[in-house]
Each structure stands twice: as C-alpha cells, then as structure tokens.
C-alpha cells in the first residue's frame, strides 16, 4: 500500500485528526497535515509529476516539508531530500544526478521546473484533495544522499515498505512512542536520523513533534523542550556535552528518553547526561543506507558504552578483510541485513554492488561482539569523520585549505574538546618561507567558508611543523584525532 494513504488511514482508525502533530510557527494537527498533502497532490499533478517521477526537496524543517513528502508519496512519486544548506555548486551537483522533474526550494530560483515552497502550499490552499496512487511496498518513495568512504555523495534509494520497517524497530520497540509523546531531534530531516525522529515516528504513532528550520543552540534546545514538555530527545554526543554544559537542567524534567547517535557517545558526556536529566541515555548506530538505526540500546535493555544489540528485523556480524567471521570480542568490519535495506545507489550500480553482497550491507564500521552479545563500535574503518551526526570528508576539506599559497601541508581531523563534543580542527605545516602571523588562520577559514558549507568549516587552524605519519608516509589521521603529538 502507498505508505501517505497507509498513515493517513491510521490517524482515521486512532481518531488523532485533532491531535497536535507538529509544534512549528503554530500547531499543525495530523488531519492538517494530511489534508495539505492530499491538496498538494493535485498541484504536483498539475505540474507535471507522474508516477515514478522525482521531486528534489530543498527544504528547511517544518510542516510544509512533511506535507510534501506525503504528495509526492501519494502521487506516486520519488522524493529527493536534499540538505538546502549546501553551497550552490555542491548542490547543483546533487540536483544533476538525481534528475528530479520538479524542484521545490525555500528561495526563487529562475529555473524550468523550479518552485518555491510557499507558491506550492499557496496554490495547495485552493485545490481539492487528490486520491493516493496505489502501489506496492517495493517502489521506490524517496532518496537521501551520504558521502562514502572517498566523500563522493551517493544517493540512496528506499522504498515504501521501509517507514513500517523503522517504525517497528525504532519508534515501537525501542522508544515505546505513543500518541502521549512529544519529539524533538537536533538532526533535520534531510539526513536519515532527523527522518525517523521527525517525521516517521509522529505520523505513525499520532505523537507530536517540534519542528524548527534553523539548527539550534543549546539554550533554544532546553527552552523548547521546556515550551513543548517534550518527552523524547534526540540529539548527537556534541549536542549533549554542550547542553549539560549550557543549560537548566531543570529545563528536562519532562524528558523519559533521550537518544544518542551519528558519532561514538563519550562514556563522560552519557554519565553526565544521565546523572544530570534522571534519564537513559540511549546509544543507536544506523545509516542512510539502511534509512535508520538498526542496533541500539533499548529502554527494555539498556548497557551505556556499548551500541546494545539487533534492532526487530536487522541481523548484523562481524567479519575480518577476507570475508571470514572473527569470534566474539575480536573487531572486524561490521555488515548489516534488515527490512529496510536500501534498493540501490542511485544510478551508481558499481557502488551497489560494492557495499551490498548477498542482501548484507558492509558499514564501513568497525566494531566487536561482546560475549553477551552486545555490540561495541570502534570507529569508521575510512577516513570520514563524524562532527556533530554529519559524515565530513576531510580530503575536501583539505583540498580547499591545501589550496592557500603558504599552506606546504595539511591534515584536518574531529578533535574532542574540553565538554567531549567533536570539533573539526584542522593542522597546517606552513610553507618554509611564510612567517606564521596571527592573521595566516583567518584567512584560512575565510577561504573555508568561501568555498565549503558551514559544517565543513574547521573551528580553528594549529600550525605545526610536520603532521605525524607511518615509516611508509601515510598522514595517521587517528594521531591528529588526539589534538596533539
């Protein structure tokens, strides 16, 4: 069944028509949110979108993002969700790949095919409600794009039957959400985890989520949760060390859950956490290619300083270079199987083939089983760093830095500050010839912000006089990782 029609006969069956859906510029109910997305429908009809066609979302958290997604669902159509904080070019990039019919933004852009997403919700506001396409659990609904192990984006291609699937292992059964619930999740809903958080599990379960465009700091966090009495958090390990460092705990009290993924939980930032708000702290690892998480620790099980076990429907193991399992507590690369397993690479069927070998999914993560049969995780086994839940590839980042006329060569890693939160640092060996004046590092990260997207940007710049390397001259980028050699 078309997964749009699927919910909304769920919010019918559950009477959550008039129930809070989502907490933005005002309240939205589900039967508004639904209603916006059936008369959403008929205006990408109008414009063009068949079945099977695709429709870029380049759009900031709100309702209006939800309502789309469900349209372009009901039509029969595939989203595809893009980060519209990316550079122009980075962007544009996407965009060429992806070949999207339509592509809605938040800004005019003088383009066939483009639209901006208030012209769409305005001419939604007169049109009548269109009938959802059926289809099977197989097609494909939506693609999220990740960066690999070279940085490269790649699209992943997820189909109608995964929501349910993230539902159960996630929202059902380790988060127990109810209709009595209330979200918030730091990550938006472009990446996979902010997804889940924000949209598949408050239309699934009749709960409420709240929804903000921008990225908050610390102190809007603690004021939302306080505003909203929200009950589940879900945030990255940078985000907590800061908010137990910045806020009230007294502004958490309403809080029963509090979720932790895209990068290793500090064992200090979760005891504090814990110690500070009363709740549990739980660790999940997931991935754009699996479209959720799919081992975690549960409020049912709960083991701080490991990733738990299996989520409903996920099966992993744990295999060394030749293919071969390593016994328990041996580390190795970790693969992954489950319900929502992405289809494909869009259009990159070398890069499918790759990662994807007789229904199991390589990670790229290292990890080892616990002889209870917990799951450790160890780190990536490339070179991607992670810095607040968003894989950074820092080859990009030193190619625009590498590129200054006094830089000889540079390293940039995810260093952790005082707090335990992940910061991206990078470490420059200046030309011979160059006097390195206070001035060399602002110019450095103005050529950053020039040229990367915000989150790439390194905080600061340490000139040192040569990066730590192997007998063989590899750069060792878990050296750079300690701040210091």
């Known amino acids: 069944m078309n997964v749009a029609e699927l919910l909304e006969r769920l919010v019918r069956r559950h009477g959550w028509q008039a129930a809070p859906a989502y907490h933005a510029e005002r309240t939205w109910t589900h039967g508004e949110i639904h209603s916006l997305a059936a008369r959403c429908t008929e205006v990408l009809r109008g414009r063009g979108l068949r079945p099977g066609g695709r429709v870029a979302l380049v759009l ?65 506001e007169r049109a009548p409600e269109g009938a959802a396409v059926q289809v099977s659990d197989s097609a494909d609904l939506y693609v999220q794009f990740t960066s690999g192990t070279t940085g490269a984006p790649k699209g992943a291609v997820h189909r109608h039957g995964d929501l349910p699937a993230y539902q159960r292992a996630v929202g059902r059964d380790m988060l127990g959400i109810s209709s009595a619930d209330v979200s918030l999740s730091i990550s938006k809903m472009f990446f996979a985890y902010g997804f889940g958080n924000s949209l598949v599990y408050p239309l699934f379960t009749g709960s409420a989520a709240v929804l903000r465009p921008e990225r908050p700091d610390p102190g809007t966090v603690a004021e939302l949760v306080d505003r ?174 590498g590129g200054h006329p006094a830089v000889r060569e540079i ?49 600061s710049v340490t000139f040192v006089d040569a990066l730590p390397r192997t007998f063989s001259g590899k750069v060792q980028r878990f050296v750079a990782r300690t701040g210091s050699w």
């Not at 349209?71 to 070019?89: K, S």
């Not at 099980?301 to 990733?307: E, I, S, W, Y």
């Not at 199991?360 to 450790?376: E, H, I, K, P, Y």
């Not at 060399?440 to 990260?445: K, V």
Request: with cysteine.
């Open 228 to 401: 909203y009495g929200v009950t589940v958090l879900h945030g990255v390990p940078s985000a907590y060390a800061n908010l137990v460092a910045d806020t009230d705990p007294a502004a958490f009290a309403t809080l029963r859950v509090a979720v932790s993924a895209g990068e290793n939980l500090p064992p200090t930032v979760g005891a504090r956490t814990r110690e500070l708000w009363g709740v549990p702290v739980l660790n999940e690892l997931g991935s754009t290619e699996v479209g959720g998480a799919y081992c975690a620790n549960t409020l049912a099980d709960d083991a701080p300083g490991t990733l738990g076990r299996p989520l409903t429907g996920y099966g992993l193991r744990i295999l060394d270079d030749a293919g071969r399992a390593v016994p328990p507590e041996s580390p190795g690369r970790l693969w992954v199987r489950g319900p929502s397993m992405m289809d494909r690479y869009l259009d990159a069927p070398g890069e499918t083939e790759r990662v994807l070998v007789d229904g199991w999914l390589c990670s790229n993560d290292t990890a080892l089983q616990r002889a209870d049969g917990r799951f450790v995780h160890l780190g990536r086994a490339d070179d991607m760093e992670l810095v607040g839940g968003i894989n950074v590839s820092p080859h990009e980042v030193e190619a625009v830095l």
């Open 411 to 459: 390293v940039v890693a995810a260093v952790l500050d005082e707090r335990g939160a992940s910061r991206l640092r990078a470490f420059a060996v200046p030309r011979a010839d160059v006097v390195r004046h206070a001035g060399l590092e602002n110019e450095l990260l103005d050529l950053a912000r020039r040229r990367l997207a915000a989150y790439k940007v390194p905080r």
């Open 60 to 124: 900031r958290d709100g309702p209006a993002l939800v309502a789309l997604f469900l349209a372009v669902a009901r039509a029969g159509g595939v989203a595809v969700l893009l980060n519209p904080y990316l550079r122009e070019a980075e962007r544009d990039r996407l965009l060429h790949g992806a070949v999207p019919d339509l592509v809605v933004a938040e800004e005019p852009v003088d383009r066939p095919g483009w639209s901006t997403v208030d012209a769409l919700v305005a001419a939604a």
